[in-house]
């Protein structure tokens, strides 16, 4: 916006100045949430692991961030962002996916 408004004749006397920069509490809400998935994967396992076995706790540990990272990948090339919308499906999404890897692997 500042190169923009620098190189237009028009606009050389107008200044930016940012109010609220919500990018570091953007950045830690996504740490915060990684984190979390984390601990969800983790807990699938064991949870997997200590009822149906081994074998398909790894399935299922496997297969969770393997969906979420293709995900990912097509939402780049659809030429989406990630923004509330987005993160409240994926977190819907995380939910119908583990009760339907239970139900496959039973």
């Known amino acids: 916006m500042e190169e923009f408004l620098s190189q237009t004749p028009d606009f050389q006397d107008i200044e930016v100045k940012y ?13 915060n949430l990684g984190q979390t998935a984390i601990q969800t994967l983790v807990l699938v396992f064991l949870t997997i692991f200590i009822f149906v076995g ?17 995900t990912f990948i097509v939402l ?5 962002s990630l923004n509330f919308l987005t993160n409240f499906s994926l977190v819907l999404t995380l939910g119908i996916a583990i009760d339907t890897i239970i139900v496959i692997i039973e």
């Open 54 to 70: 081994f074998r398909e706790s790894m399935i299922a540990s496997i297969l969770l961030p393997l969906a979420f990272f293709i």
């Open 19 to 31: 109010s609220q920069d919500l990018s570091e509490a953007i950045i830690e809400d996504y740490k």
């Open 76 to 80: 780049n090339f659809m030429g989406l």
